[in-house]
Every structure is written in structure tokens, then in C-alpha cells.
Nanobody, 127 residues
Framework: QLQLVESGGGLAQPGGSLTLSCAAS????????IGWFRQAPGKEREGVSC????????NYADSVKGRFTVSRDGAKKTVYLRMTSLQPEDTGVYYC????????????????????WGRGTAVTVSS
């Protein structure tokens, strides 16, 4: 059974950077699109980014376009979210999630599409 574990969260200053990792265990990621989502304190969880099976197609929420980059390493069974130019509004718990898809499928940042979720890693952006 596929399990996902996020890591890399922590405290960053405004304008700083962090890289989150989403590591898979129990199964290969070769058949899964991966999404990143976040939940700020007191707010609903929202979509951040996603990457398809091959890594050739990605999507981003408007709020993070140009600042965040999603990538994947099949050999390491890990997906990364590189976050730069961090802002206080990026504060929240970040989750990765997996969706079984075909090889030609793109991806959508739609929570209901994703079946397997990690437990999250907390990011705080503050001076």
C-alpha cells in the first residue's frame, strides 16, 4: 500500500526559500500524479501544485506561480516542491497526495481527485 511522508518544513523569513519533499514507500510512484496542498491556520485546505507521471506536465495555483516549482525523481520515489520568495501568507501545513492516472494524463489541483495523502509538514514564514 502506498504511503506518503512529507518533510522539509520549518521556519523561513519572508523572501526566503524552502524545499519540501514527498517520499513514497510501499509502492512505486510510476502510476501516480502527485499534488501539493496546504492549509493555513483557520482556513480551508487549498491546492498548490501538481505534477503528472512523467514530470512533463505541471500546474500551479495563481498565488504561487513563478515562485514554486514542483519536480519528481522516480528513482528516489520522491516529489519535491521548491518554494522561493516566501511570503507570510504561504504559512500553513503542506500535504502531498497521490492520484492513480494513465501515462498521458496531465494533472489537476483538485483535492477530490487524490486518493492517498500524507500527514503534512508545517511551514511558517515570519520575520
Amino acid at each position: 500500500q502506498l504511503q506518503l511522508v512529507e518533510s522539509g518544513g520549518g521556519l523561513a523569513q519572508p523572501g526566503g526559500s524552502l524545499t519540501l519533499s514527498c517520499a513514497a514507500s510501499g509502492y512505486t510512484l510510476d502510476y501516480y500524479a502527485i499534488g501539493w496542498f496546504r492549509q493555513a491556520p483557520g482556513k480551508e485546505r487549498e491546492g498548490v501544485s501538481c505534477i503528472n507521471v512523467s514530470g512533463g506536465s505541471t500546474n500551479y495555483a495563481d498565488s504561487v506561480k513563478g515562485r514554486f516549482t514542483v519536480s519528481r525523481d522516480g528513482a528516489k520515489k520522491t516529489v519535491y516542491l521548491r518554494m522561493t520568495s516566501l511570503q507570510p501568507e504561504d504559512t500553513g501545513v503542506y500535504y502531498c497526495a497521490a492520484e492513480v492516472v494513465g501515462p498521458g494524463y496531465s494533472c489537476l489541483i483538485r483535492q477530490s481527485d487524490y486518493d492517498v495523502w500524507g500527514r503534512g509538514t508545517a511551514v511558517t514564514v515570519s520575520s
